[in-house]
């Protein structure tokens, strides 16, 4: 045990120690963190829709004698963890991203780790952006496939990569973000479709930042740039603009059935509630337009953001670089007494050296409440 006290007084000495806030309440875009009241801006509930009371209040009274409004599934969905909600989940899914089929993951870690350690072998080989999310990089490290990371955004490196690895195997992949979740810069989708079918790769797309933020219907940069028919596999998660739970995998029928059969962390996890199931259905089917128009509000909110504060993002995740993790630390402290919640981003989750403020614009926040923030 020494050595674990030795290591964790390592981690404070370096501004690294992490805790779980004490956290009283959320409510709309404000935040109750050791009794002080904030403007929350650490938030991935990108429309505002979970803390909406009445729209909780609604679903509660329109679905509460449903059969499946249940709290627990209580097995997973290849035993009898499943019913006709997470059925339907899939299906608006694969209507709205124009594919064959969806599967439903418990979360968006579990959806990327289980797709990529599951669908390629020895032969294979998959072809990484650096700054890819931790999940995904974990199904690197589970995939018997070998592995390459090109430098971020760096096209024409991917490209030198891919001359030169390609054709030494079988199956291959280019996996990326759309939104990068910690400097809200996007990929060249574009780019990344032109050397897919260049090197005749498949092409995954991690939608979790963008899904309910770009495109006219909601479905991300993919669907913004008119490229879904382009992609082969598009994962989001729920949890954040969608507020709710979950991960969605989206694909053609014979990669889906072939996930289903061969990704463990889908096949040996207890099934998410149903009543989260159909807290999403009710969001999709029911309230699309409030979605969009919380859309449009956000992309007005982070546009104006980027026009006083020019930065890598362009997006509504807004980074400040501050160096050290102490300056970092303090800068969030100070922002915090001036009724700001925003959190420090040190390493191991960004490189040493780029410790910044992730400041996370929700679409109920106003531009003069934060606007001096960015001065």
């Not at 939104?179 to 032109?194: N, P, R, T, W, Y």
């Amino acid at each position: 045990m020494q050595n674990y006290k030795e290591k964790l007084e390592e981690l404070k000495a370096n501004s690294s120690f992490r805790t779980i806030k004490n956290i009283k309440e959320k409510f709309g875009k404000y935040i109750i963190v050791d009794n002080k009241k904030m403007l929350n801006l650490s938030s991935n509930d990108y429309l505002n829709l979970s803390t909406d009371n009445n729209l909780k209040l609604e679903f509660i009274e329109k679905y509460k004698n449903n059969p499946e409004f249940l709290f627990s599934s209580a097995s997973a969905r290849l035993l009898t963890g499943t019913s006709a909600c997470y059925n339907k989940l899939e299906a608006n899914f694969s209507k709205l991203f124009n594919k064959e089929n969806a599967l439903l993951f418990n979360t968006g870690y579990q959806a990327n780790q289980g797709i990529i350690s599951s669908l390629f072998n020895k032969n294979d080989v998959i072809f990484c952006d650096k700054l890819n999310h931790a999940s995904i990089i974990s199904g690197l490290k589970l995939s018997p496939a070998e592995h390459f990371r090109y430098k971020h955004n760096d096209y024409d490196n991917l490209e030198k990569i891919l001359k030169e690895k390609r054709n030494r195997f079988n199956n291959a992949l280019i996996v990326s973000e759309s939104v990068f979740s910690m400097d809200g810069d996007i990929a060249d989708i574009k780019k990344l479709v032109e050397l897919k079918k260049k090197y005749n790769c498949l092409l995954m797309i991690d939608e979790a930042h963008a899904f309910g933020v770009f495109g006219d219907n909601l479905a991300g940069i993919s669907a913004k740039e008119n490229l879904l028919d382009e992609i082969d596999i598009i994962t989001i998660t729920l949890g954040k603009a969608l507020a709710s739970s979950g991960a969605i995998c989206i694909s053609n029928n014979t990669i889906i059935n072939y996930i289903i059969n061969k990704a463990s962390s889908f096949i040996f996890s207890t099934a998410i509630a149903p009543v989260n199931v159909m807290w999403s259905n009710f969001l999709l089917e029911e309230k699309f337009e409030l979605l969009k128009e919380k859309k449009e509000k956000l992309n007005s909110l982070f546009k104006k953001v980027h026009q006083i504060y020019p930065s890598a993002s362009s997006s509504q995740i807004i980074p400040i670089i501050l160096g050290s993790a102490q300056n970092a630390n303090s800068k969030a402290q100070e922002l915090q007494q001036k009724g700001f919640y925003v959190l420090p981003i040190n390493p191991p989750t960004v490189s040493v050296g780029t410790s910044r403020l992730r400041i996370s614009l929700t679409s109920d926040i106003n531009f003069e409440e934060i606007c001096n923030i960015f001065g």
